[in-house]
């Protein structure tokens, strides 16, 4: 997570991401039940995103991490009980190995005593004391460990971004000649409705920080696992694209029965499972898996963190009534589903949506093709270039089961 300002649950999600909500309620109409025409279900891992790294040396291939707490933290005992307990369980390399990492090194937990830092800019200058000099009290800074500060509940922080810090996220930062990773926890009870519980929420943040810490330790200077491939950059728009957050908008983000461990864990992301078709998401898997996948045929260009990136979307004119085509695929046992779509830009706040559609009507089964009609209203200036906006499908089986989420693109 590059960022954190704050926690959406209706699942567990972490900070600067979207919350799940209601197709547009403007639209109506659709197909009768049943879809088009069923085909032979596509395959779906040709379909799906994959990670991709920047520079795959950049990770921290043997990784140690530190436990940071203060002295008044009533949550102190399982955050030094959870970091052991990850790194005996397979679960570590399940979700980690993947990409070059190697077993997890617990290093001696570290106590602070008097208020909690602040800001982001606090916790660098404990990094840059502690660390720094000839006699570093945390001993000599190393590029293989990331230094995980947790907050007691309900701290007030300003994040890196200048926001109030509700949930996780985590960053880098120079002392001497070492790039020093380092992750913030800065948990608040106001983020954590029934059932999910506030050490659920801090053990996810715990986790979810750690993976990506590791596989992407130090994006400011040189970028790991912290993207995905140029035809589906939308989903690093909506969920910031490390191999946490990859996973973090699922209705199965939690993994609660990881080998061998008591504690909540993050699910992750796997580029092996995504290209197999199957649950990309590390962990208690949906199975059999399935989405509804649009075809993306045209050539856009969007601002993605700060740059402008080339990727695939469906150009339709503004105020112009267009179709995508969606395709229904995965395993077969799948199904029968109901699918909607939703204007991503709802989610982070705007005030109406930038895109109306008028949703699929009936059931439809692995194979189906629907005709999705969309009327572009206005564009994303987030997204910037080719005046793009994202959105969402939601797959939901009728039977019962996790709804599944792919992304997409209408530009202009």
Same mark, same amino acid.
């Given at each position: 997570?590059?960022?954190?300002?704050?926690?959406?649950?209706?699942?567990?999600?972490?900070?600067?991401?979207?919350?799940?909500?209601?197709?547009?309620?403007?639209?109506?109409?659709?197909?009768?039940?049943?879809?088009?025409?069923?085909?032979?279900?596509?395959?779906?891992?040709?379909?799906?995103?994959?990670?991709?790294?920047?520079?795959?040396?950049?990770?921290?291939?043997?990784?140690?991490?530190?436990?940071?707490?203060?002295?008044?933290?009533?949550?102190?005992?399982?955050?030094?009980?959870?970091?052991?307990?990850?790194?005996?369980?397979?679960?570590?390399?399940?979700?980690?190995?993947?990409?070059?990492?190697?077993?997890?090194?617990?290093?001696?937990?570290?106590?602070?005593?008097?208020?909690?830092?602040?800001?982001?800019?606090?916790?660098?200058?404990?990094? !840059?004391?502690? @660390?720094? %000099?000839?006699? #570093?009290?945390? +001993? /000599? $800074?190393?590029?293989?460990?990331?230094?995980?500060?947790?907050?007691?509940?309900?701290?007030?922080?300003?994040?890196?971004?200048?926001?109030?810090?509700?949930?996780?996220?985590?960053?880098?930062?120079?002392?001497?000649?070492?790039?020093?990773?380092?992750?913030?926890?800065?948990?608040?009870?106001?983020?954590?409705?029934?059932?999910?519980?506030?050490?659920?929420?801090?053990?996810?943040?715990?986790?979810?920080?750690?993976?990506?810490?590791?596989?992407?330790?130090?994006?400011?200077?040189?970028?790991?696992?912290?993207?995905?491939?140029?035809?589906?950059?939308?989903?690093?728009?909506?969920?910031?694209?490390?191999?946490?957050?990859?996973?973090?908008?699922?209705?199965?983000?939690?993994?609660?029965?990881?080998?061998?461990?008591?504690?909540?864990?993050?699910?992750?992301?796997?580029? !092996?499972?995504? @290209?197999? %078709?199957?649950? #990309?998401?590390? +962990? /208690? $898997?949906?199975?059999?898996?399935?989405?509804?996948?649009?075809?993306?045929?045209?050539?856009?260009?969007?601002?993605?963190?700060?740059?402008?990136?080339?990727?695939?979307?469906?150009?339709?004119?503004?105020?112009?009534?267009?179709?995508?085509?969606?395709?229904?695929?995965?395993?077969?046992?799948?199904?029968?589903?109901?699918?909607?779509?939703?204007?991503?830009?709802?989610?982070?706040?705007?005030?109406?949506?930038?895109?109306?559609?008028?949703?699929?009507?009936?059931?439809?089964?692995?194979?189906?093709?629907?005709?999705?009609?969309?009327?572009?209203?206005?564009?994303?200036?987030?997204?910037?270039?080719?005046?793009?906006?994202?959105?969402?499908?939601?797959?939901?089986?009728?039977?019962?089961?996790?709804?599944?989420?792919?992304?997409?693109?209408?530009?202009?």
């Amino acid at each position: 997570m590059r960022s954190s300002t704050a926690w959406w649950f209706g699942v567990v999600v972490a900070c600067s991401s979207p919350a799940h909500v209601a197709p547009d309620s403007n639209s109506g109409g659709g197909h009768d039940a049943g879809g088009d025409a069923a085909t032979a279900p596509l395959a779906l891992g040709a379909l799906m995103p994959q990670a991709v790294a920047g520079d795959a040396h950049a990770i921290m291939a043997t990784p140690t991490v530190v436990a940071i707490t203060y002295d008044n933290d009533p949550q102190r005992g399982d955050v030094e009980a959870f970091f052991p307990q990850l790194a005996a369980s397979s679960a570590w390399l399940a979700e980690t190995a993947e990409y070059g990492i190697g077993p997890l090194t617990v290093g001696t937990p570290i106590h602070l005593s008097g208020s909690a830092a602040p800001t982001d800019g606090a916790i660098r200058q404990l990094l !840059a004391t502690n @660390l720094g %000099g000839a006699s #570093p009290a945390w +001993g /000599a $800074p190393s590029e293989n460990t990331l230094y995980s500060f947790t907050l007691p509940i309900d701290s007030t922080f300003t994040d890196d971004l200048g926001q109030s810090c509700c949930g996780g996220y985590h960053d880098d930062v120079t002392i001497g000649t070492t790039d020093v990773a380092y992750s913030l926890q800065c948990p608040c009870t106001n983020a954590f409705p029934p059932p999910t519980t506030a050490l659920q929420a801090l053990t996810f943040a715990l986790s979810h920080e750690l993976v990506e810490g590791v596989t992407d330790p130090r994006y400011e200077h040189d970028y790991a696992w912290g993207g995905v491939d140029d035809a589906h950059q939308v989903w690093s728009y909506v969920t910031d694209g490390e191999l946490a957050d990859l996973c973090e908008l699922n209705d199965t983000t939690l993994w609660s029965d990881a080998p061998n461990m008591a504690y909540t864990i993050s699910r992750a992301w796997s580029n !092996a499972a995504a @290209l197999a %078709g199957t649950d #990309p998401c590390v +962990g /208690a $898997p949906t199975a059999p898996y399935y989405q509804t996948v649009p075809d993306q045929p045209d050539s856009l260009e969007i601002s993605l963190f700060g740059g402008t990136v080339a990727t695939k979307g469906t150009k339709i004119p503004l105020s112009t009534t267009g179709t995508v085509t969606l395709h229904v695929a995965g395993a077969a046992g799948a199904g029968p589903f109901q699918v909607s779509a939703a204007d991503v830009a709802t989610f982070f706040g705007a005030p109406m949506p930038y895109l109306v559609f008028t949703q699929p009507a009936g059931t439809y089964a692995l194979g189906d093709t629907i005709e999705l009609q969309v009327t572009p209203k206005g564009a994303d200036a987030g997204l910037g270039g080719s005046g793009a906006e994202a959105f969402e499908l939601a797959t939901r089986p009728v039977n019962g089961g996790p709804t599944t989420y792919f992304y997409g693109l209408i530009g202009q």
